[in-house]
């Protein structure tokens, strides 16, 4: 991810940082935009924390895969309460990072909720990545996975 989020640092729900190379190296990597106060956001992150928790909380043998939260929040307040509310354990760019608007025109993201799903050269693996959760629950993993070039280290 050093093309895309390379030398940032990222937040966690408890607000520790962390940084991006560390966290993301040799992951399939889903950016997720999304806002507290939109209510298809509200709506689908349940599913995505589900999703995650499924492959890398509660796993015997975690999947290479991470979620950043992009947030589209109107205040670092905003932005704190809905990752404390109902996100996964994933971390996030501060909202004080400008670089959320520079990923935000480079994925062009018009609408929220969007989970874009890239490779660690953040070449776009899928813009789809809801509808996909949606429609094939852990399934789609191992796809993005064999596209992103990191499957060698999941074992299903």
């Known amino acids: 991810m050093v093309d895309v989020l390379g030398g940032r640092r990222l937040v966690t729900r408890e607000g520790a ?28 992150t349940p599913l995505l924390r589900d999703f995650h928790r499924a492959l890398v909380g509660e796993a015997r ?12 929040d109107d205040s670092a307040q905003e932005m704190r309460d ?5 996100h996964g354990a994933w971390p996030a760019l501060p909202f004080h990072d400008r670089h959320r608007r520079e990923l935000k025109k480079r994925y062009n993201i018009t609408a929220t909720p969007k989970l874009v799903i890239v490779k660690q050269n953040g070449e776009v693996i ?31």
């Not at 040799?26 to 106060?37: D, E, M, S």
């Not at 809905?82 to 109902?86: D, S």
């Open 82 to 86: 809905f990752m404390r509310e109902l």
């Open 61 to 72: 043998r975690p999947a290479p895969f991470e979620v950043v939260f992009v947030s589209a």
């Open 126 to 156: 899928t813009h789809r990545g809801c509808k996909q959760i949606r429609e094939r629950g852990l399934a789609c993993f191992q796809t993005w996975a064999e596209a992103a070039e990191v499957f060698q280290n999941f074992s299903g």
């Open 17 to 44: 940082a962390v940084e991006a190379e560390a966290a993301l190296q040799n992951k399939v990597v889903a950016l997720y935009f999304a806002a507290g106060r939109c209510a298809s956001s509200r709506d689908f």
